[in-house]
């Protein structure tokens, strides 16, 4: 007799490089550094700072902000410089006109364009990798939600997003290895989430649509993949995937039994998951025994 066939059909991931929604002109651009410092050195009671900065390549260019000292709070500057380039700040503590002392360090400016991103309808993944540095440390936010990143960690995956949505996240590169000075740089990241095609539901780089036709499951199988050229059958991977998958079919009033695909004789109720992995294709099947 013919076996009832449900058909779960599977539309590759909905991703796009992200369209950036930061206007790139082929001028240089400019990011903002915040610099906190405490009183140096400690009990002299300077009465302000100088604080110096300009390009490595270029000393001819120098910039210089008076900042003055307030012993009951944190030492704060904020400068702009230009993204991408090699910057040499030196802060001096000054008292009488004298400088009691003096601290260098160098940083680099930091653009957006520094983060490479690829959303797909439910996800988003970021990739600073050309910033490679042991020098630096990540975090990402986005609402109340925070990840720092660590091990000198370059890519990072935001899931649970909602499809066709734009999202504002906030990255903080922290400079390591400073033990007077705190200095980091804070970027918005625009991505917008990519969208599934009528009639198909999202799951992270995932499209789905469950196809209701009585049919042998060969015939099914084929189908499949002729409903449209990208659709393929699917392996189901992980518990996530799973959960989605019961959730979904709950939702067409489908209650499913998984168990082997062992006994031929049975009269099942079968659900086929569309699936591909880059480049390999393979099959699952869900059974349910019918009276």
Request: net charge positive.
């Amino acid at each position: 007799m013919e076996k009832s066939v449900i058909l779960l059909l599977w539309l590759p991931y909905v991703v796009k490089i992200s369209k950036s929604f930061h206007y790139i002109p082929m001028s240089k651009q400019t990011t903002t550094i915040f610099i906190e410092w405490d009183e140096f050195p400690k009990g002299e009671n300077p009465e302000f700072y100088f604080l110096k900065y300009q390009l490595v390549n270029n000393f001819a260019q120098k910039n210089v902000k008076s900042i003055l000292a307030d012993p009951q709070k944190i030492l704060k500057s904020i400068i702009t410089i230009e993204e991408n380039e090699d910057y040499y700040i030196i802060i001096q503590s000054i008292k009488y006109g004298q400088i009691l002392s003096e601290k260098s360090f160098q940083t680099r400016g930091i653009s957006t364009r520094n983060i490479k991103t690829i959303a797909t309808s439910t996800s988003v993944s970021f990739n600073w990798s050309e910033l490679a540095s042991s020098d630096i440390s990540v975090s990402i936010s986005l609402h109340n939600s925070s990840q720092i990143m660590q091990n000198n960690v370059m890519v990072y995956e935001w899931v649970n997003l909602k499809p066709t949505t734009l999202y504002s996240f906030t990255f903080e590169f922290k400079q390591l290895h400073l033990d007077f000075v705190n200095v980091f740089q804070r970027l918005d990241v625009q991505v917008e989430t990519g969208s599934c095609s009528q009639g198909w539901v999202a799951l992270k780089n995932n499209c789905y649509r469950i196809s209701k036709e009585s049919v042998p499951w060969n015939v099914a199988q084929e189908r499949c993949k002729l409903s449209l050229s990208s659709a393929h059958l699917v392996d189901i991977k992980n518990e996530e995937e799973k959960i989605f998958i019961f959730s979904l079919l709950r939702s067409k009033n489908q209650i499913i039994t998984w168990t082997g695909l062992n006994d031929l004789k049975l009269w099942l109720l079968v659900s086929v998951i569309g699936f591909r992995s880059y480049g390999h294709d393979s099959l699952s099947v869900a059974l349910k025994a019918s009276s």
